[in-house]
């Protein structure tokens, strides 16, 4: 406990409240963590999007490569941050052919937002998907037939049923994703230095002005990722309560 | 009502094979047969909730094959009843008329009827996690029944409660099924309640269907050595028929009919077979001298083995007939049974 407790206590208590107080003041720091925000849910979003139904398929079927297809899902968390970063700028690079297609339909990926979010997908999208598969995982199938046998197709049977039983696994899906894809650091400096980051940010303060000025942006991101934490707690405790 | 032709569906853990099956409107059918032998598949099946591999179902003149569950028509209800959770009592009642046409008055007089029925107005805006089993059984029916389905399939829906609440409910469906035109298709474990209920059986064993007919009469005259070991039929033997005599080691039976066959089976339920002292010299042509070798109490009456000659007969006694005989294990003892208590196939 201390030795995760300790050099986070200190970190936040270093910087003075009237420095915490400059610093968001600070238009840059605020376009960064507002970006991070924003990238992050975008993120999120997509994860959502486009995570919600494979999770689904994953949790109601059972296939040949299903297990393979878990492992790959799996696969950015276990990768090194600055190896994502390098893996997806080769297919997205000029020296690729699909690198050259979204080049000529005009989506910028190196030092764009658009790059950001692609990053932050690749490895905020596996927290996502796992989570929503084991909500899925716990609705037993039997509802969704008696409800089918009562009448409902499918689409009402998602959205009468399985849904209002599984937006909560969503929901600390989402909080999960995001929480991953704001603290990315090492895949997003390669794809995009600027536009920065927040940890882009405190990366760079660090390394120009020092410890001292790096703290109070740490500090703001800190307590953003905190929330999203306590969100998620709260959440999942909520759950725990319900079912005792 | 339901009509089933050649019927397979081959899945992970559970395969049907040339399923053929015929009920008729509201009839109440029940299905039998051993864990694993492919009860629920086949009600899931008719539901249309799982694909089928070749065959045909037909409700009423129409082919449901490929027609998806919610047109069916058919209700289904588990053992685990399967309420919606995050609805209330009232709202998983009321659920299947989202999706149904029936005229307001209508469904609120139907509503109105199950909840005074299954008595289920002092828990109508409760949670199923709040419910006790006999609550959440009697719900299950009522949402089952809210939406007048033709058919009602229902996955044992007594086993996992009270044997007190059972008797009520099994009470219950029996006036449920009296009160309406709905065909009921029912998998149960229990005999008793399999003979209270049923107009007609069938029994499953391993994805086939082994035997239908009357449940009394499966009851009486199985098929199978498997039927007749599932029905309780202790007494079994291989025999060889010569006109109305059976022979099996070494005993000569009298049969009231002659078998058509040279070889076969003899069954007789052991209910059927009388202990005495001495020789019984009534109508019973069939007696025979042997010793008790083993006596099990099954709590109500006791089980036990006679060995005559180089074969076990299994009898079922009271605690009062045990006193009476002065049944011990090596005890001598006279077993008969009547010709007409004898089933041969």
Not at chain 1, 234 to 243: I, Q, V, Y
């Amino acid at each position: 406990m201390a030795f995760i407790l300790l050099p986070l206590i200190e970190m936040m208590t270093a910087p003075s409240f009237a420095m915490l107080k400059e610093t968001i003041k600070d238009k840059d720091v605020v376009r960064s963590i507002w970006l991070s925000i924003y990238t992050a849910g975008s993120a999120a979003l997509i994860s959502f999007i486009f995570g919600t139904p494979l999770a689904y398929v994953l949790a109601r079927n059972d296939f040949k490569g299903k297990k393979l297809i878990e492992s790959i899902i799996d696969l950015p968390v276990v990768i090194p941050h600055p190896v994502v970063g390098i893996a997806i700028l080769s297919v997205a690079g000029k020296n690729h052919w699909i690198g050259e297609l979204i080049n000529q339909i005009g989506i910028r990926i190196m030092g764009s937002v658009t790059g950001i979010i692609v990053v932050l997908t690749f490895v905020g999208m596996p927290f996502y998907i796992n989570s929503v598969k084991s909500g899925f995982e716990s609705i037993p199938p039997r509802l969704e037939k008696v409800s089918r046998s009562l009448g409902a197709s499918m689409f009402s049977t998602f959205f009468r049923i399985t849904f209002p039983l599984a937006w909560k696994s969503m929901l600390v899906g989402i909080v999960m994703c995001s929480a991953r894809a704001i603290s990315e650091f090492g895949a997003v400096v390669i794809i995009a230095y600027h536009p920065m980051i927040a940890p882009v940010m405190i990366y760079e303060r660090f390394e120009a002005y020092g410890l001292k000025y790096s703290q109070p942006v740490a500090v703001w991101l800190v307590f953003i990722c905190l929330t999203l934490f306590l969100i998620l707690r709260m959440l999942t405790l909520h759950d725990r309560e319900k079912a005792a | 009502m339901i009509r089933i032709q050649d019927l397979n569906i081959h899945l992970k853990d559970f395969s049907l094979f040339n399923i053929n099956l015929d009920i008729g409107r509201n009839e109440f059918f029940i299905l039998m047969g051993p864990t694993g032998a492919g009860k629920t598949v086949l009600l899931e099946a008719i539901a249309g909730l799982i694909p089928i591999k070749s065959g045909n179902i037909y409700i009423g003149e129409k082919n449901v094959t490929k027609l998806a569950p919610e047109k069916r028509g058919v209700s289904i209800v588990y053992q685990d009843y399967s309420l919606f959770p995050h609805l209330t009592v009232r709202e998983n009642m009321r659920y299947g008329l989202h999706f149904h046409k029936i005229d307001k008055k209508l469904s609120d007089q139907t509503f109105d009827r199950l909840v005074e029925n299954l008595n289920l107005s002092y828990i109508l805006n409760r949670l199923p996690l709040n419910l006790s089993g006999g609550e959440l059984q009697r719900v299950t029916m009522a949402r089952a029944l809210m939406v007048n389905p033709d058919i009602l399939l229902l996955d044992e829906p007594l086993s996992a409660l009270d044997p007190a609440f059972r008797e009520e409910i099994r009470a219950g469906l029996k006036k449920l099924h009296r009160d309406s035109d709905v065909t009921f298709l029912m998998v149960t474990h229990d005999f008793a309640e399999a003979l209270s209920l049923s107009d007609r059986a069938a029994i499953m064993n391993n994805g086939k269907i082994i035997q239908t007919g009357s449940m009394e009469g499966i009851f009486k005259r199985p098929d199978s050595t498997f039927v007749a070991d599932f029905v309780g039929m202790k007494n079994l033997f291989i025999a060889q028929f010569r006109e109305t005599k059976a022979y099996t080691g070494t005993l000569e039976i009298t049969l009231s009919t002659m078998p058509s066959n040279g070889k076969g089976y003899i069954a007789i339920r052991p209910e059927d077979i009388v202990l005495s002292r001495e020789k019984l010299t009534s109508s019973m042509r069939n007696s025979f001298a042997g010793h008790i070798i083993e006596i099990t109490d099954c709590g109500l009456y006791y089980e036990t083995g006679i060995m005559v000659e180089n074969i076990i007969f299994k009898s079922l006694v009271t605690k009062s007939a045990l006193i009476d005989l002065q049944l011990v294990e090596g005890a001598r003892i006279f077993v008969s049974f009547k010709e007409t208590a004898i089933h041969t196939f």
